[in-house]
């Protein structure tokens, strides 16, 4: 899933990634399959780090088991051979 980071619903209702993200979650684990394979989330220009993303993923889905992964997402620069950040992700999984 790629969550906003803030957005409006269709009666003006307000999306804040993170008061929001943990409710989608929750969402998400009522709906999910009974054996789930995985849960991916990236996220970008938001003020929390990929440890908190899987952080928040293992509240939501380590009771299954499996395992939490997380990172950054980057692009290699050409000239200089620099990584630069465009984003963070967190996965769970069997």
Known sequence: MDPPVYGHGPAGEVWDFNKDFPKLLNN??????DNPL?????AYAISSSSTTLANTLQGYFGDLGGTIEN?????????????LSTGIWARWGK
């Open 28 to 33: 998400c684990r009522q709906i999910i399959s």
């Open 38 to 42: 995985f849960v991916l989330v990236n």
């Open 71 to 83: 990172g950054e997402l980057t692009l290699k620069e050409k000239s200089a051979g620099r990584l």
